[in-house]
């Protein structure tokens, strides 16, 4: 009964993770002002560069913060087409979706031949696991990625609650032309805050990438964006509840695996639905609840009221 639990937490926050980093870099972006719909395409164009570089260089931690870097260019083109050209931003996020999934597999063909790749060679290490003697805490199998969506977490909390960066990007969010006023430039927090959003995307799909599957492949990222997405409104916009909306959609992953193991009569086919289905209920539940940033997804031009 014990390993079932302690497996069921590991599983829980192995698939968490990803979400984790993809919706705090959705937090981040809307809290300034700029929806980015487009988590699902940053992720995987991180998942696919960690894979290819972390292959080629044997290092795995190189290919993680490859990933952050493509995370974040793919970031900053989100918000020249927002910030700058002021162009809808749900329409800029489907093309970062259908740009982050293209470039990804040229990517791959470019570097293996092929869109599924290889097995890296070393995966990002692991805090707790099969090199324990103790039995029972094998079945506790925690990488170093969990341990960092803790520390981004709560290092997300301090800088929006406890610090004056916090609270500009919080104006910038809610009222742009206050804070215009206030001489705070919001093309600036805006272009940070969404190329933020991009390298956290691209972290998670490392983390998929070099601590889950260890290659990319065109499933690797399957609707993990979007459901990071839902976990920004399930979280009211705000790092705690965000990171506890993504605990509760590993939660439900973790289930799918657990209870689709077999030793109960559901077809997998239904087991595998569990967790988008969850996101459709959470988003009819509390979407009309949850209050997004006022200047949320409304372009600003300087001067005007």
Same mark, same amino acid.
């Given at each position: 009964?014990?390993?079932?639990?302690?497996?069921?937490?590991? +599983?829980?926050?192995?698939?968490?993770? %990803?979400?984790?980093?993809?919706?705090?870099?959705?937090?981040?972006?809307?809290?300034?002002?700029?929806?980015?719909?487009?988590?699902?395409?940053?992720?995987?164009?991180?998942?696919? =560069?960690?894979?290819?570089?972390?292959?080629?260089? /044997?290092?795995?931690?190189?290919?993680?913060?490859?990933?952050?870097?493509?995370?974040?260019?793919? !970031?900053?083109?989100?918000?020249?087409?927002?910030?700058?050209?002021?162009?809808?931003?749900? *329409?800029?996020? +489907?093309?970062?979706?259908?740009? /982050?999934?293209?470039?990804?597999?040229?990517?791959?063909?470019?570097?293996? !031949?092929?869109?599924?790749?290889?097995?890296? %060679?070393? &995966?990002?290490? @692991? +805090?707790?696991?099969?090199?324990?003697?103790?039995?029972?805490?094998?079945?506790?199998?925690?990488?170093? =990625?969990?341990?960092?969506?803790?520390?981004?977490?709560?290092?997300?909390?301090?800088?929006?609650? @406890?610090? &004056?960066?916090?609270?500009?990007?919080? $104006? *910038?969010?809610?009222? %742009? $032309? $206050?804070?215009?006023?206030?001489?705070?430039?919001? &093309?600036?927090?805006?272009?940070?805050?969404?190329? *933020?959003s991009g390298m956290l995307s691209g972290f998670g799909g490392a983390a998929v990438t070099l601590a889950i599957v260890s290659q990319f492949s065109p499933t690797a990222i399957s609707g993990?964006?979007?459901?990071?997405?839902?976990?920004?409104?399930?979280? &009211?916009? @705000? %790092?705690?509840?965000?990171?506890?909306?993504?605990?509760?959609?590993?939660?439900?992953?973790?289930?799918?695996?657990?209870?689709?193991?077999?030793?109960?009569?559901?077809?997998?086919?239904?087991? $595998?639905?569990?967790?988008? *289905?969850?996101?459709?209920v959470i988003l009819i539940f509390f979407v009309g609840r949850s209050v997004a940033p006022k200047a949320s997804g409304e372009p600003y031009q300087k001067g005007s009221r």
């Amino acid at each position: 009964m014990l390993n079932n639990i302690l497996l069921l937490i590991s +599983i829980t926050l192995m698939y968490s993770t %990803p979400l984790i980093f993809g919706a705090l870099g959705g937090m981040i972006s809307e809290r300034s002002g700029v929806v980015n719909i487009g988590i699902e395409g940053m992720m995987t164009v991180g998942a696919a =560069t960690a894979v290819c570089v972390g292959y080629n260089t /044997g290092n795995p931690w190189v290919g993680f913060l490859a990933a952050g870097l493509a995370g974040g260019i793919i !970031g900053l083109l989100h918000a020249v087409a927002c910030v700058s050209a002021m162009a809808d931003q749900t *329409v800029s996020g +489907i093309a970062i979706n259908l740009i /982050g999934s293209g470039f990804s597999f040229f990517l791959c063909r470019l570097v293996f !031949g092929a869109v599924n790749t290889p097995a890296v %060679p070393h &995966k990002l290490p @692991k +805090i707790l696991g099969n090199n324990i003697e103790n039995k029972i805490v094998n079945y506790f199998n925690v990488d170093i =990625t969990v341990i960092l969506a803790v520390i981004l977490a709560v290092l997300m909390w301090f800088i929006i609650y @406890k610090t &004056k960066w916090g609270l500009r990007i919080c $104006a *910038v969010g809610e009222h %742009p $032309a $206050a804070a215009d006023t206030l001489g705070i430039s919001v &093309k600036l927090i805006r272009y940070g805050c969404v190329i *933020v959003s991009g390298m956290l995307s691209g972290f998670g799909g490392a983390a998929v990438t070099l601590a889950i599957v260890s290659q990319f492949s065109p499933t690797a990222i399957s609707g993990q964006g979007f459901i990071a997405l839902a976990a920004v409104i399930f979280g &009211k916009w @705000k %790092p705690h509840g965000v990171y506890f909306a993504c605990i509760l959609f590993g939660f439900a992953q973790a289930l799918t695996i657990l209870l689709g193991g077999g030793k109960f009569p559901v077809p997998s086919q239904i087991m $595998a639905m569990l967790p988008y *289905v969850l996101t459709i209920v959470i988003l009819i539940f509390f979407v009309g609840r949850s209050v997004a940033p006022k200047a949320s997804g409304e372009p600003y031009q300087k001067g005007s009221r």
